[in-house]
């Protein structure tokens, strides 16, 4: 497992990866790494810099998030909401086949080891309000942002 830190739009970032598959990414307090990212981080940190810029819509890393099996598919299904498109968290429980399990989703959401990539900031509360992110609400509305001002 290697990690690399960089500077984003949002702070300073960490990827991780397994040598096959991106693990993690997620903010940090770390300092930004001295040496060279791996051929993945490379390829992550191109496609966030593409995203940032608003120019990529669609990721294409293979991922590797950890958790359980729940979790997981939960994260499956947020990676099938567009691009510039919400959810509520309603919405992502009958998807998965569990429409009484908003709240377990909303703790998948809260567990989800590779923001961006795997769209969490994209669920919303069945009102249409901004609640909960693991990176803060300010950086789930600056995402949602980014993304109405950049259309696919």
């Known amino acids: 497992m290697s990690y690399y830190v960089f500077s984003s739009p949002l702070g300073s970032m960490k990827i991780s990866d397994n040598g096959e598959a991106v693990t993690e990414i ?3 307090d770390g300092d930004l790494s001295q040496g060279e990212p791996s051929r993945l981080q490379k390829k992550a940190l191109f496609e ?8 990529l819509t669609e ?4 991922l590797a998030p ?5 979790q997981k598919k939960v994260w499956r299904a947020l990676c099938t909401i567009p691009y510039g498109e919400t959810r509520s968290y309603g ?7 569990n429409p009484r399990a908003c709240r377990a989703v909303g703790g998948a959401n809260n567990k989800n080891p590779i923001m961006i990539v795997i769209p969490c900031h994209r669920v919303i509360g069945a009102d249409g309000s901004l609640v909960g992110y693991a990176g803060g609400t300010d950086i789930k509305k600056r995402l949602l ?3 109405r001002r950049h259309p696919s």
């Open 59 to 62: 990721f294409t890393l293979p």
């Open 48 to 55: 966030l810099k593409e995203y940032f810029e608003g120019k």
């Open 26 to 28: 997620c903010l940090t």
């Open 91 to 97: 919405e992502i429980a009958k998807l998965i086949g």
């Open 66 to 70: 950890e958790g359980t099996e729940f």
């Open 145 to 147: 942002e980014l993304e």
